[in-house]
């Protein structure tokens, strides 16, 4: 059973914007804060978890990325979006989403396929 789908990458220049969507199975959305994460090229086996959203509303960001992400969610859908803006080259990488574990760790041990996002110069 497929839970977790993102969709929404792409490439574009930089000073670009995209909205990425994740599409979560309905139990593990209203249960859990929802998370984005990011693996950049160069660190193959390291996710960062950039941005999350808890059940109530609640956004918290990676320090570097607040004020051009925005996480969000609409809860009718099990639907959580992330919109960047103004794109850097830096902030080329595969796109993930996943529930966060009490404990703050990712939830689900099996991924989904990731969205490729590219920055170009």
């Known amino acids: 059973q497929v839970q977790l789908v993102e969709s929404g990458g792409g490439l574009v220049h930089a000073g670009g914007s995209l909205r990425l969507t994740c599409k979560a199975s309905q139990m593990i959305f209203a249960a859990n804060p929802m998370g984005w994460y990011r693996q950049a090229p160069a660190k193959e086996r390291e996710r960062e978890l950039i941005?999350?959203?808890?059940?109530?509303?609640?956004?918290t960001y990676e320090r570097s990325l607040k004020g051009r992400f925005f996480i969000s969610k609409v809860d009718d859908t099990s639907t959580v979006y992330l919109n960047m803006t103004n794109l850097q080259p830096q902030d080329t990488a595969v796109y993930f989403c996943?529930?966060?574990?009490?404990?703050?760790?990712?939830?689900?041990?099996?991924w989904g396929q990731g969205t490729q996002v590219t920055v170009s110069s």
């Open positions: 996943n529930a966060l574990s009490s404990l703050g760790a990712p939830l689900l041990s099996v």
């Open positions: 941005a999350f959203i808890t059940p109530g509303g609640t956004t």
